[in-house]
């Protein structure tokens, strides 16, 4: 598996380490495909009866692999909340927004986070999506705790203002994965994994919802028990999140998290360049040196 190559781009992705790519395990690979080309604009990579690779600037941020005989994600089961594409600019926000209101299709949600501003929705087999992006940095606040989020109504007729006239042809050159939020069964076992083996910070804490990152970013995984409190979250033989790639460009911060790992006697398999570990409910993490 190629290494991802560092990006300067997005602030999200000039932390120590950051979120590269994920997969989904699909009943219907061609419409999950459609979907995510069609509406969300990512490129073909790979293609494959089986399995599909998806991104933009060939940089790879999905995996679609198909498993016909999956039983469908249960929403209040353990497992993807959301995963957010981060574009560069507003007017690129804007953009999406004017394609999915010609397209006339409907958006789950769509919120200013005082850090960024969101748009939400979901694929056809359920997963949710975001697509965001950040304010300036020095626009942030932060207190004693860390960052300052926060979830009120995004003013969407003032960010259709900053849409381009052109037509809409796909996801901007820059985007990435600029975070991952999960399901869990419960708060205090997301905080060991996350923040206590693989050291992302607790940057907020919100009720019933860990925001976690690297560095001083708002957040790269985010865990909430909103619909999945006490649930085990088994992902074996299920639809949804099969896994997901922490990419990390400092060496020393990747061996301290693995001497963390071994210290706790954790599970780890070796996958080419990456190493796998699951998360309490099942979740592949794919921990990854960047690129040089």
């Known amino acids: 598996m190629a290494l991802t190559k560092k990006t300067d781009t ?25 979907f995510y080309q069609d509406v969300m604009g990512l490129k073909p990579i790979e293609i494959a009866d089986d399995r599909m690779v998806l991104g933009v600037d060939n940089v790879p941020l999905l995996y679609l692999e198909l498993d016909e005989s999956a039983e469908l994600a249960d929403p209040r089961e353990a497992g993807l909340f959301h995963t957010a594409f981060l574009v560069p ?3 690129d926000l804007a953009h999406f927004l004017k394609h999915i209101a010609e397209s006339r299709l409907a958006l789950d949600g769509a919120s200013d986070h005082l850090v960024s501003e ?33 979830t009120i109504r995004l003013d969407v007729q ?22 991952i939020h999960l399901k ?19 940057q907020e804490e919100y009720p019933g919802a860990l925001f976690m990152a690297s560095g001083k970013y708002h957040h790269h995984i985010a865990t909430n028990i909103w619909q999945s409190r006490n649930s085990s979250g088994s992902r074996e033989g299920k639809t949804g999140l099969k896994s997901f790639t922490i990419i990390f460009q400092e060496a020393a911060f990747h061996d301290k998290v693995l001497k963390r790992l071994e210290e706790a006697n954790t599970e ?10 699951k998360d309490p409910w099942g979740n592949i993490v794919q921990l990854r040196k960047a690129a040089p």
């Open 158 to 179: 003032d960010l259709l203002q900053d849409a381009p006239a052109q037509v809409w042809r796909g996801m901007p050159s820059g985007t990435r994965i600029g975070h």
């Open 268 to 277: 780890m398999a070796a996958k080419g360049d990456d190493l796998d570990v």
């Open 118 to 150: 969101a748009l939400y929705l979901h694929d056809p087999e359920g997963n949710g999506i975001e697509v965001y992006v950040d304010r300036p940095y020095d626009e942030w606040i932060f207190d004693q705790d860390g960052v300052m989020m926060d």
């Open 10 to 34: 997005l602030f999200a992705h000039t932390m120590p380490s950051y979120i590269g790519s994920y997969t989904l395990s699909v009943r219907d690979i061609q419409s999950m495909s459609a």
């Open 184 to 202: 869990v069964g419960d708060l205090k076992s997301a905080d060991d994994f996350y923040h206590g083996l693989l050291m992302q910070d607790v």
């Open 89 to 91: 600019s507003r007017a």
